[in-house]
């Protein structure tokens, strides 16, 4: 172990529980998440691609990173102006909706997927008024908006929400006493400051809703080019014992995140915090 | 500080117009907010207890007395009592290697344990097939040997396992690494066991922390539903957790019951938020009482 460790300490324990660590690590992730690789490396390169790029798939690619896209946009419009409403303005039962927030997170996604469904259906509470206008959310590309919208909503409020905290009043002061307007402030002064953050929690809300599952299946009606997201094809491959075309669609969902995973860290790293959400 | 007005300004600082808003911007940014969350998250919350008790409180209560929801609830309890251990196990240990000692590939170590998070729950759940499914790498050896993994039991704990892995390491990592290694060296050399350090010294510091991580943990634990799906095989009675009984319900558009079910998840939800609040208010007056 003394040479894994880079200086000596009288702390115990350090075999024992960096062993365990690992041990469990290549157990429940590594070794599973390879063996993905594997199954899909034994498919030649004409049969992955057939599988990664069919047309009904490439059609699920669209709709999936296309709408997460979407999601994560309107998220992050509306989450900085949440964040900034909980930080700089008080009103009754603001406690309670910033503990709100975080619904999203604690609120099993296949819930919140029979709950929008009967929201937004035909005859639910908005969907009636939402018919005669000609928008039709429930198992349409609209209704997969709502759900991936749903299930990022906390990323950007809970990210942006404790820089705004820490940023500094003098600053601002400084800024009005200096002959700035509000809105010039707030442009040049504040939202430097919390881009960094904004930028994670988008990138984050994007990752989230790009494996999301529960909450989308129901309220997608789940037509094939149509409406079909990639990690229901993924499930609908393996229910007909395709395991390598499922492995290899996998294999490029998990690539996607990876690279996202680096970005956030890299993101992470820029605005020198960790994030705070869960 | 003379008259009680300038001390009541003093208490509610008055909004300096140049670092403000004006109050008709202020009142507009509020609306949009409760609107916005009002619409995504109040309303469907609402939908689902209206839709549990359309037709009286009799019909959302014989739900829970179907064999297969009792079932399905014992299901979500068992699994849960397995994966939230393991994980808090290993959370304090992952913590405990990463937070006191200083080694090679620690940045590397804190990215893996993340990476649970940042995988699709259905691929997750895939995982598991490919290799203990009856076409995966381990499923031969395990069909001669009578052991069933995926589509019973073992395969639901472990999605669940997956699922929650990062939750409670992710909340002790960070909590540990800043409040350093002093403290446990000074217990040490002044003649205390391993164990007792950690006992006495480690564990009451990062109790919030650690209470934080479970109560994350346990209701990621109760509600997933994508890992869990690619795994169980839906069979009634036996490998359906709640969030699946839910769908199945669902799908037989017996909606009553589907959404009686889910009330009592949104009601975990619920109780997960005002915990999880109530741990945040509970750990920062402690803090602000040891730091006078």
Same mark, same amino acid.
């Given at each position: 172990?003394?040479?894994?460790?880079?200086?000596?300490?009288?702390?115990?324990?350090?075999?024992?529980?960096?062993?365990?660590?690992?041990?469990?690590? &290549?157990?429940?992730?590594?070794?599973?998440?390879?063996?993905?690789?594997?199954?899909?490396?034994?498919?030649?390169?004409?049969?992955?691609?057939?599988?990664?790029?069919?047309?009904?798939?490439?059609? &699920?690619?669209?709709?999936?990173?296309?709408?997460?896209? #979407?999601?994560?946009?309107?998220?992050?419009?509306?989450? #900085?102006?949440?964040?900034?409403?909980?930080?700089?303005?008080?009103?009754?039962?603001?406690?309670?909706?910033?503990?709100?927030?975080?619904?999203?997170?604690?609120?099993?996604?296949?819930?919140?997927?029979?709950?929008?469904?009967?929201?937004?259906?035909?005859?639910?509470?908005?969907?009636?008024?939402?018919?005669?206008?000609?928008?039709?959310?429930?198992?349409?590309?609209?209704?997969?908006? #709502?759900?991936?919208?749903?299930?990022?909503?906390?990323?950007?409020?809970?990210?942006?929400?404790?820089?705004?905290?820490?940023?500094?009043?003098?600053?601002?002061?400084?800024?009005? &006493?200096?002959?700035?307007?509000?809105?010039?402030?707030?442009?040049? #002064?504040?939202?430097?400051?919390?881009?960094?953050?904004?930028?994670?929690?988008?990138? &984050?809300?994007?990752?989230?809703?790009?494996?999301?599952?529960?909450?989308?299946?129901?309220?997608?009606?789940?037509?094939?080019?149509?409406?079909?997201?990639?990690?229901?094809?993924?499930?609908?491959?393996?229910?007909?014992?395709?395991?390598?075309?499922?492995?290899?669609?996998?294999?490029?969902?998990?690539?996607?995140?990876?690279?996202?995973?680096?970005?956030?860290?890299?993101?992470?790293?820029?605005?020198?915090?960790?994030?705070?959400?869960? | 500080?003379?008259?009680?007005?300038?001390?009541?300004?003093?208490?509610?600082?008055?909004?300096?117009?140049?670092?403000?808003?004006?109050?008709?911007?202020?009142?507009?940014?509020?609306?949009?907010?409760?609107?916005?969350?009002?619409?995504?998250?109040?309303?469907?919350?609402?939908?689902?207890?209206?839709?549990?008790?359309?037709?009286?409180?009799?019909?959302?209560?014989?739900?829970?007395?179907?064999?297969?929801?009792?079932?399905?609830?014992?299901?979500?309890?068992?699994?849960?009592?397995?994966?939230?251990?393991?994980?808090?196990?290993?959370?304090?240990?992952?913590?405990?290697?990463?937070?006191?000692?200083?080694?090679?590939?620690?940045?590397?170590?804190?990215?893996?344990?993340?990476?649970?998070?940042?995988?699709?729950?259905?691929?997750?759940?895939?995982?598991?097939?490919?290799?203990?499914?009856?076409?995966?790498?381990?499923?031969?050896?395990?069909?001669?040997?009578?052991?069933?993994?995926?589509?019973?039991?073992?395969?639901?704990?472990?999605?669940?396992?997956?699922?929650?892995?990062?939750?409670?390491?992710?909340?002790?990592?960070?909590?540990?690494?800043?409040?350093?290694?002093?403290?446990?060296?000074?217990?040490?050399?002044?003649?205390?066991?391993?164990?007792?350090?950690?006992?006495?010294?480690?564990?009451?510091?990062?109790?919030?922390?650690?209470?934080?991580?479970?109560?994350?943990?346990?209701?990621? $634990?109760?509600?997933?539903?994508?890992?869990?799906?690619?795994?169980?095989?839906?069979?009634?009675?036996?490998?359906?957790?709640?969030?699946?009984?839910?769908?199945?319900?669902?799908?037989?558009?017996?909606?009553?019951?589907?959404?009686?079910?889910?009330?009592?998840? $949104?009601?975990?939800?619920?109780?997960?938020?005002?915990?999880?609040?109530?741990?945040?208010?509970?750990?920062?007056?402690?803090?602000?009482?040891?730091?006078?």
């Amino acid at each position: 172990m003394s040479l894994i460790l880079k200086q000596p300490t009288v702390l115990p324990g350090f075999g024992l529980t960096l062993g365990f660590t690992l041990f469990y690590l &290549s157990l429940i992730v590594l070794i599973p998440l390879a063996g993905l690789f594997v199954k899909t490396s034994a498919l030649t390169w004409d049969q992955f691609w057939q599988a990664v790029a069919d047309p009904r798939t490439v059609a &699920s690619y669209q709709l999936t990173f296309g709408l997460s896209f #979407v999601a994560a946009l309107i998220n992050a419009f509306f989450g #900085v102006i949440i964040a900034w409403v909980l930080v700089r303005y008080s009103f009754p039962g603001r406690k309670f909706v910033d503990a709100l927030v975080d619904l999203p997170f604690a609120l099993p996604t296949a819930v919140a997927g029979i709950a929008l469904t009967a929201v937004f259906s035909v005859n639910g509470w908005l969907g009636q008024y939402l018919e005669p206008l000609g928008i039709t959310v429930a198992f349409t590309p609209l209704g997969v908006l #709502v759900a991936l919208t749903f299930i990022g909503l906390p990323f950007v409020v809970r990210t942006v929400q404790p820089v705004l905290q820490d940023l500094e009043k003098e600053i601002e002061e400084a800024a009005a &006493s200096l002959g700035a307007t509000r809105w010039k402030t707030i442009t040049k #002064v504040i939202f430097p400051e919390v881009f960094p953050a904004l930028l994670t929690g988008f990138t &984050s809300a994007f990752a989230r809703a790009l494996g999301e599952y529960g909450s989308v299946v129901f309220i997608s009606g789940n037509m094939p080019m149509r409406t079909e997201i990639t990690p229901l094809l993924i499930i609908t491959k393996l229910e007909q014992y395709d395991y390598a075309g499922a492995a290899a669609i996998a294999v490029v969902m998990l690539v996607a995140s990876f690279v996202l995973l680096l970005i956030i860290n890299g993101l992470q790293w820029w605005s020198g915090r960790r994030q705070v959400a869960f | 500080m003379t008259t009680g007005v300038l001390s009541l300004d003093k208490r509610v600082p008055r909004i300096a117009s140049t670092v403000a808003e004006p109050v008709l911007v202020r009142l507009a940014l509020i609306l949009v907010s409760l609107t916005f969350l009002g619409l995504f998250l109040f309303v469907p919350l609402a939908a689902i207890l209206f839709e549990a008790l359309k037709h009286g409180l009799g019909a959302y209560l014989v739900s829970f007395q179907e064999p297969d929801a009792i079932a399905a609830i014992e299901l979500t309890l068992l699994a849960t009592a397995i994966a939230l251990p393991l994980n808090v196990v290993f959370g304090l240990s992952a913590a405990w290697a990463i937070a006191k000692f200083e080694f090679w590939g620690k940045q590397v170590l804190i990215t893996l344990i993340d990476l649970p998070f940042s995988v699709s729950p259905v691929v997750a759940g895939l995982i598991y097939v490919l290799l203990f499914g009856l076409q995966g790498a381990l499923g031969p050896w395990l069909a001669a040997h009578d052991i069933k993994i995926i589509f019973a039991v073992p395969g639901i704990v472990l999605a669940t396992i997956f699922v929650t892995f990062p939750f409670v390491a992710r909340e002790l990592i960070p909590h540990m690494q800043a409040q350093g290694k002093d403290e446990e060296e000074a217990a040490l050399v002044l003649g205390a066991t391993g164990w007792q350090t950690f006992w006495r010294v480690t564990l009451p510091s990062i109790k919030w922390s650690l209470l934080y991580g479970v109560i994350l943990c346990n209701a990621r $634990a109760m509600g997933e539903f994508g890992a869990v799906s690619v795994v169980s095989g839906h069979i009634r009675g036996e490998t359906n957790t709640m969030p699946l009984h839910v769908e199945i319900l669902y799908n037989e558009y017996n909606y009553v019951a589907a959404f009686a079910v889910a009330s009592l998840l $949104a009601l975990l939800s619920l109780v997960t938020l005002a915990a999880k609040s109530l741990v945040e208010w509970t750990s920062s007056v402690e803090q602000k009482e040891n730091r006078p």
